[in-house]
């Protein structure tokens, strides 16, 4: 009986990949962008019916839109760094393997708290510049404190009570929603839902316009982007943090304090959330909303885990994406599509492109020689192949 | 490496000369542009009642569509200055649709002067001056008294038939928020019912949501279950309360849409604002170089702004000649909505109040608006800035 036992054998099994030279996976990326792109361009096509590089054409105007008066797309660079920003932010935790899902609301109570301090202290801040510069200050320590707490709270929770960290900041980001939601009304005295854009007069704990409204905060978020790169790089912190994602168990064995580890990870996390949420409320919007991050906290989870890592490819693959958004946003509203249906569309399509190009270009298919089926499929070619030669 | 760098920023220097090339536009009626920027997308009753008032005037206009650029699921943040200001490089006159909008609307009018921004439910064009800045909104509380007229009409008959004694004659209000935009319709809704039905009452519950299906219909239920209510209204956006009251068996007024298809049994009619005639109005004065004196639109019945859907088939006998005879005197000023006679607050009638119409986000109420015996909605601006809480309406915060 034994004897007969056969032993099943997979079709194919999946192999790390290992040989590819890096210019050759540069390549296959970029092929597989544009390939997509331009197949993603034959469905607009379809759905639009008018002329196919005119709809490029639009998609390309939009993306680089470039305001009155200036020379450079500030709103692509800006939405670009924002995408950076956000998943520079969850970086850390990622390496670690602690899936932070809640950048969103980290940065929400970030921005909510600048706003607060914003709010209530523009008659202090109008006395002089000295004063502004101290309500700025007073604004980003708020945002950076806020952020810190709501980004620590999973992480506790996680290292003493073994809770789940994705549901639990999932969470996290509906609570700091509806407090946005809460505090805004409460600001508006309920008579309306939000006070709308905070100090629009006296401009009172507004971020300071050089060359750009947005050329500071891009210029921070680049900083930002660099000290991460070394933190997780070259500082024995960072080390740690890769030997706890890579094995918790051995980070124990080698004497590691894995909670605080874990702790003091969020903590930098929640840093960065608060320096993003202060860019909201002082430079960019100057007001809040529970929209106000739209889905950047869980975009940025598939920019940072495609781009393995690296600030250089998340860099580029966030350009791609905040340009693909401005693009097709454009494209929908030049013709009147009325909604945004077709963009999430592109913006999908191009994600499942980066993904499964991302996936042979860290692992190869190898089929299995001893597998019935591929005996078979073999054996069928061969065949045919030989009778083709016959009947020539 | 470095060549592919090159091409690179080859191709993104073409790009934006593209870009530069393409901005401007002309004043003629085949290069005029508009813009339409809408918080939500078609799928949202609100947003789309903005949409296809858009494509009635391009039509009325005899405008191409593809001279409309039409933006959607902009958000009440930056989003909306960024879309605003990049419309008005190529659109000649650019509308935003939500109240939250305005800061941004404003912000991009400041810096784009030669185009203009209108703005619909908005309060600081007139406080603000500019000279491309505009506020519009219609006298809907006229539509919410028609609305209310059939509503009472259906009361009376209820007690007529003996189905309901008078006291029992209570009506239900599902309400977003309790400012005043919502307290102006359900205020003049009452009014209108107790024309007909003078021992009405009503009921207020708020869902803290403008689109909120569950809330909706769970506040409908409530007023209906535990509250007593023999009829429903709502300002509100979902079909949540017209569809708990046609599984209840309830009358149900509609508003921004008729749900007639939906609710057949328990639909009586619904009343919602036009923007046709107002974005006529705007497009039309830009393009012939007018200027526009009032900051604010204030759409009417008179203009076309203000409308009410068919009447559904439940409602009682008589109540089109009531309404023809109302609509009448609306239009020739007989009738106030807000008649001072007809309300009293605190047991008192109301010969002065002040209310928030210049919004300087103070909340501080400046304008005296009742003279001549009736409160002045609409009339200072185009939003509404009626906040009285009248007798006669409980409002239920639990």
Not at chain 2, 52 to 81: F, P
Not at chain 2, 147 to 159: D, N, P, R
Not at chain 2, 346 to 369: C, I, P
């Amino acid at each position: 009986m034994v004897e007969d036992r056969k032993v099943r054998t997979p079709l194919f099994s999946i192999v790390k990949r290992d040989d590819l030279p890096k210019y050759k996976a540069i390549i296959i990326r970029i092929a597989t962008f544009i390939a997509t792109f331009f197949f993603a361009m034959l469905i607009c096509f379809f759905v639009i019916k008018e002329n196919y590089f005119e709809i490029i054409g639009t998609l390309f105007k939009g993306a680089t839109v470039v305001s009155k008066g200036k020379i450079l797309p500030w709103r692509l660079l800006m939405d670009t760094a924002l995408l950076l920003a956000f998943a520079i932010a969850i970086v850390a935790p990622f390496k670690m393997k602690y899936w932070n899902m809640g950048a969103n609301g980290q940065v929400l109570v970030g921005a909510l708290a600048a706003i607060v301090v914003m709010f209530f202290m523009e008659d202090f801040a109008v006395k002089s510049t000295f004063n502004n510069v101290i309500v700025i200050i007073l604004m980003l320590l708020a945002s950076i404190l806020a952020s810190v707490i709501w980004a620590v709270i999973p992480a506790i929770f996680k290292v003493f009570f073994k809770t789940n960290e994705t549901l639990f900041t999932l969470m996290m980001n509906y609570v700091a929603s509806g407090l946005v939601g809460y505090v805004n009304y409460v600001l508006a005295q309920g008579k309306k839902e939000s006070p709308g854009i905070v100090n629009a007069d006296s401009q009172a704990g507004w971020f300071p316009v050089i060359v750009d409204k947005y050329f500071l905060p891009i210029i921070i978020i680049l900083l930002i982007t660099v000290v991460i790169y070394f933190y997780i790089k070259k500082t024995k912190h960072g080390y740690e943090i890769s030997v706890v994602g890579d094995s918790i168990n051995t980070a124990k064995y080698v004497g590691m304090n894995t909670k605080k580890i874990i702790i003091r990870t969020l903590i930098v996390s929640g840093i960065i959330c608060g320096i993003i949420g202060f860019i909201y409320s002082s430079a960019i919007n100057h007001s809040i909303d529970p929209n106000t991050c739209g889905s950047l906290g869980f975009t940025a989870v598939l920019v940072a885990w495609l781009s393995n890592f690296s600030p250089i490819i998340i860099a580029g693959i966030s350009f791609v994406l905040s340009f693909l958004t401005l693009g097709t946003s454009k494209v929908s509203s030049t013709y009147r599509l009325g909604n945004n249906d077709l963009s999430n569309v592109i913006i999908g399509l191009i994600f499942f492109a980066i993904l499964i190009c991302e996936f042979f270009i860290r692992f190869k298919l190898k089929f299995n020689q001893e597998n019935n089926m591929y005996k078979a499929i073999k054996k069928l070619f061969s065949k045919k192949r030989k009778g083709g030669v016959e009947e020539c | 490496m470095k060549k592919l760098f090159n091409v690179l920023v080859l191709v993104l220097v073409a790009v934006f000369a593209v870009n530069l090339t393409a901005c401007g536009g002309g004043k003629d009626k085949e290069s005029f542009k508009i813009g339409l920027i809408c918080l939500h997308d078609e799928s949202s009753t609100y947003d789309k009642n903005f949409i296809d008032s858009m494509y009635r005037a391009l039509e009325e206009l005899r405008l191409e569509e593809s001279q409309l650029e039409l933006v959607t699921g902009i958000g009440e943040n930056e989003q909306c200055y960024q879309k605003a200001s990049e419309l008005a490089q190529t659109c000649d006159i650019v509308f935003a649709d939500s109240f939250g909008h305005e800061d941004y609307m404003i912000q991009a009018a400041m810096e784009n002067e030669d185009v203009w921004f209108c703005h619909s439910t908005g309060t600081k064009a007139h406080t603000k001056n500019l000279n491309n800045y505009f506020n519009a909104f219609a006298s809907i509380y006229q539509g919410r008294y028609l609305a209310g007229i059939v509503a009472g009409m259906k009361l009376q008959e209820m007690i007529d038939n003996e189905e309901i004694t008078a006291e029992e004659a209570i009506m239900g209000y599902v309400g977003a928020f309790p400012y005043a935009e919502v307290v102006s319709g359900y205020t003049s809704f009452y009014l209108g019912a107790k024309s007909v039905c003078p021992s009405v009452t009503m009921k207020v519950r708020y869902t803290t949501s403008w689109y909120d299906y569950d809330k909706e219909k769970a506040a409908a239920e409530a007023l209906v279950q535990t509250d007593n209510c023999v009829l429903i209204s709502q300002h509100a956006d979902s079909y949540g309360a017209p569809e708990a009251c046609e599984t209840l068996g309830v009358p149900n007024v509609a508003y921004n849409g008729s749900t007639a298809s939906k609710c057949p049994n328990t639909y009586l009619v619904a009343s919602k604002i036009d923007w046709t005639p107002y974005y006529v109005e705007m497009i039309k004065a830009k393009m012939d170089g007018k200027t526009v004196s009032s900051k604010d639109y204030t759409g009417t019945l008179t203009t076309g702004s203000v409308k009410l859907d068919a009447l559904g088939q439940n409602v009682a006998a008589g109540t089109q000649e009531a309404l023809d005879a109302a609509i009448e005197g609306l239009k020739n000023g007989t009738i106030h909505v807000f008649d001072t006679n007809n309300f009293t607050v605190g047991g008192q009638k109301l010969s002065s109040y002040l209310a928030d119409v210049d919004d300087f986000g103070d909340f501080e109420k400046e304008t005296e608006v009742i003279s001549g015996g009736y409160f002045h909605e609409s009339e200072y601006r185009s939003a509404p800035y009626f906040d009285i809480r009248i007798d006669g309406i409980t409002e239920i915060n639990e």
